[in-house]
Structures are given as structure tokens and as C-alpha cells.
């Protein structure tokens, strides 16, 4: 069982915007980085946000990041079939002393 | 353009080590400041971080899985490996090689090869 928490699902017709969100405490979400990786079927992740907010190289800005608190947001603008996938958080646990990893979103794309 | 590659037996007997390999090309093993880390995925589950390695060879181990888990790396072969000792079906996953930064992101990863426990 994760230390965050995410939404099994999400779905939303395309166009759309939609939101995944990733919970924590002060441990990890609170104090730490958070990254994002997107998982296309059958595929490795692949890094989407670092550093809470940043993209790297490469990656569309319809995909962006924030951070309140214990949780974190994942947005993404403008949603197209290509953007099915699961969805993961991601971020380093100083009581666990580990990197730890939301359990993961599965958006659908109606 | 950076790669990583794993390598290593698809099939371990319960209660034996798996032994994978990650080869780095496209960049070397030593440059910058880079971890280079183990994560894996059992079937339809979430991930899971196994540990990392900085090119002096300090590591980091998941606290669960600590006690069967060494790292290591061979910098004149740009790569590093993952032994997991004492395996169960529990093990059974795509294990995934990646780099990481020293903020923890992992900026590139493996494909990933599925390793299954069975007899």
C-alpha cells in the first residue's frame, strides 16, 4: 500500500482538460520534489514533470504541474486519444528513506 | 542520445538470485552527477523503486528490500547491475533500469524485461 494516493481513473472526452491529483504528508509530498511519469500501454514511463512544476526538454506545455501543500496536481490541457495512459507520481519519503510512487491514474480518453 | 539497455535471465527458480544487467550507451556510466537506480512493475501493478548507485559505488536500497538487494557498478564497462537474492513469486515484474538526478527524478529509463518466479 502506496504512501500516496492517487485516483484509479480518470476519464474526459477530447479537448478536455482534466486533473490527477497525488496525495502525500509532510514526509514526502510536504517537503520533497514531486515528478510525474507517463506510462503508455505496454510502454516505460516516461518523465513528465520534475522539480514539482518543470518539463523536460521535449515535452508539450498542454502538461503542466503543481504543488500545495501535501499534494500535488497533475494537469493536462487539450486531451487527446494519444494521452491514454497511466499516469504516476512520484517522490523521496525521509521517514521511509525511499523513493516512493503513487499507485497510479489510468485516464481514458472518451 | 542516452540508452539504457537491461539484460539478463526471463525465468528464476523460487528461492534462487535474480541477476540483471543495465548497459549504458549513448553517454558514460561516470559523467555528471547522475544516480543510476533499479525500479520494477509487477503485472498490472504500481511501481516500485529497488535502489540506486552513484558512480563511487555508494548505494541506496529500498528499506523492504534491503537485505536481498546489492547493486553494483562497473564503470570500465559503463554499466551496473541488480542482484536479488532469495526470490519469490512475489518478485515477478518488469524490472526497469534508469538514471536518475540528484533530485531523484528519473530522467531516463530502460525498456524494462519481465522477469518471472517459477519452477
Known amino acids: 500500500q502506496s504512501v500516496l494516493t492517487q485516483p484509479p481513473s480518470l476519464s474526459a472526452a477530447p479537448g478536455q482538460r482534466v486533473t490527477i491529483s497525488c496525495s502525500g504528508g509532510?514526509?514526502?509530498?510536504?517537503?520533497?520534489?514531486v515528478s510525474w511519469y507517463q506510462q503508455l500501454p505496454g510502454t516505460a514511463p516516461k518523465l513528465l514533470i520534475y522539480?514539482?512544476?518543470k518539463r523536460p526538454s521535449g515535452i508539450s506545455d498542454r502538461f503542466s504541474g503543481s504543488k500545495s501543500g501535501t499534494s500535488a496536481t497533475l494537469g493536462i490541457t487539450g486531451l487527446q486519444t494519444g494521452d491514454e495512459a497511466d499516469y504516476h507520481c512520484?517522490?523521496?519519503?525521509?521517514?521511509?528513506?525511499?523513493?516512493?510512487f503513487g499507485p497510479g491514474t489510468e485516464v481514458t480518453v472518451l | 542520445q542516452l540508452q539504457l539497455h537491461e539484460s539478463g535471465p526471463g525465468l528464476v527458480r523460487p528461492s534462487e538470485t535474480l541477476s540483471l544487467t543495465c548497459n549504458v550507451s549513448?553517454?558514460?556510466?561516470?559523467?555528471?552527477?547522475?544516480?543510476w537506480g533499479w525500479i520494477r512493475q509487477p503485472p498490472g501493478k504500481g511501481l516500485e523503486w529497488i535502489g540506486n548507485?552513484?558512480?563511487?559505488?555508494?548505494?541506496y536500497y529500498n528499506p523492504s528490500l534491503k537485505s536481498r538487494v546489492t547493486i553494483s557498478v562497473d564503470t570500465s564497462e559503463n554499466h551496473f547491475s541488480l542482484r536479488l537474492s532469495s526470490v519469490t513469486a512475489a518478485d515477478t515484474a518488469v524490472y526497469y533500469c534508469?538514471?536518475?538526478?540528484?533530485?531523484?527524478?528519473?530522467?531516463?529509463w530502460g525498456q524494462g524485461t519481465l522477469v518471472t518466479v517459477s519452477s
Open positions: 534508469a538514471r536518475l538526478s540528484d533530485w531523484g527524478e528519473i530522467q531516463k
Open positions: 522539480e514539482n512544476n
Open positions: 549513448g553517454g558514460s556510466i561516470t559523467s555528471d552527477n547522475y544516480y
Open positions: 512520484a517522490t523521496w519519503d525521509s521517514s521511509l528513506s525511499a523513493h516512493v
Open positions: 548507485i552513484y558512480d563511487t559505488g555508494s548505494t
Open positions: 509532510t514526509s514526502n509530498i510536504g517537503t520533497q520534489y
